[in-house]
């Protein structure tokens, strides 16, 4: 077997893709729209999966809902603050017939000051 071959049986494909959406899971609505608020930082979660030849793992809506509890959990959110700009970005590593996907979710945390 040449070099090339067993190059291409033993390296492995990676596929990212990004989601933005305005939608999560808490029922709060915030109104920006005043310097009322600082940024306190950023936060992630994420949520990882694995299948083999396409069998196993959750449904990509599961995994990310995972992902953002996770980055809730991490955030360790005190008194009046809040988390905004949430995007969910997911990320698959492909080695022949095993497949690892990764749901990272990443926020803003804010405080309210007034």
């Not at 990509?60 to 949430?86: F, H, R, V």
Request: glycine share 8%; proline share 0%; net charge positive.
């Amino acid at each position: 077997m040449s070099v090339v071959a067993l190059g291409l049986l033993c390296s492995s494909c990676g596929i990212s893709r990004s989601a933005t959406s305005n939608t999560n899971l808490t029922q709060t609505e915030v109104q920006l729209t005043k310097k009322n608020f600082r940024v306190v930082g950023t936060v992630s979660g994420e949520s990882t999966q694995n299948y083999w030849l396409g069998i196993g793992g959750m449904s990509k809506k599961s995994m990310d809902e995972t992902a953002i509890s996770d980055m809730y959990k991490n955030a360790n959110l005190t008194g009046s603050q809040a988390i905004i700009n949430t995007n969910v970005s997911h990320k698959n590593k492909l080695i022949l017939i095993y497949n690892q996907a990764k749901a990272i979710a990443t926020g803003t945390i804010i405080e309210f000051t007034e």
